[in-house]
């Protein structure tokens, strides 16, 4: 859900700060993975849900092994045991969880932490692809932004980003912009 992505994308990193800019890069990816999607034959794709993994993760493991041609093993589940999970989950506040199990009941956090406000952004920006994901909106607005709103969205995004940038773990920024 991308609502989730946004709620996500607030405490990372990476990625923008706002959840105007967080629903146009979230629906350009669900647009470009549908458009693909169309070109590519359906042997080829195999799509998972995150809400699916998070309540039935062997299935979606199994099912997932099934599509590689791989047989499929406990430790699949157990992954948060290797040692590289653990090296992951070290270098960066990004990949925190690696080392736990999966959070099951780490979904629909967006109705928690996000105010009505910024669903109504998100909702209005990306609402197209929530609903061609299967998910369903829970605002009804279809909100048209002035430009004066999106220069303060703008300065909003760019005021969090410096503020994750300031608070960010050194070695961690070092790590980041090496991969950039």
């Keep these: 859900d991308g609502r989730d992505i946004a709620v996500s994308f607030l405490k990372a990193v990476a990625g923008e700060k706002h959840h105007y800019y967080i629903a146009q890069e979230w629906a350009r990816t669900q647009r470009a993975v549908h458009a693909l999607k169309n070109k590519i034959s359906a042997d ?4 998972v849900s995150y809400e699916d993994l998070l309540a039935d993760p062997e299935t979606v493991c199994r099912a997932t092994a099934e599509f590689l041609g791989q047989p499929y093993t406990h430790e699949m589940l157990n992954y948060y045991e290797n040692k590289s999970a653990k090296i992951a989950a070290a270098s960066s506040a990004l990949w925190e969880n690696i080392d736990k199990p999966i ?10 932490q996000l105010s009505e406000r910024d669903i109504s952004i998100f909702e209005s920006v990306a609402g197209d692809e929530l609903e061609m994901l ?3 909106r829970v605002t009804e607005s279809n909100l048209v932004f002035t430009p004066e709103e999106i220069e303060a969205f703008s300065q909003i995004n760019n005021a ?12 961690d920024m070092k790590r980041r912009n090496a991969q950039k």
């Design 44 to 47: 080829r794709i195999f799509s």
């Design 103 to 112: 959070i099951t009941g780490n979904t629909k956090n967006w109705l928690k």
């Design 134 to 136: 299967g998910y369903e």
């Design 160 to 171: 969090r980003k410096e503020r994750i940038m300031k608070t960010t773990n050194p070695d």
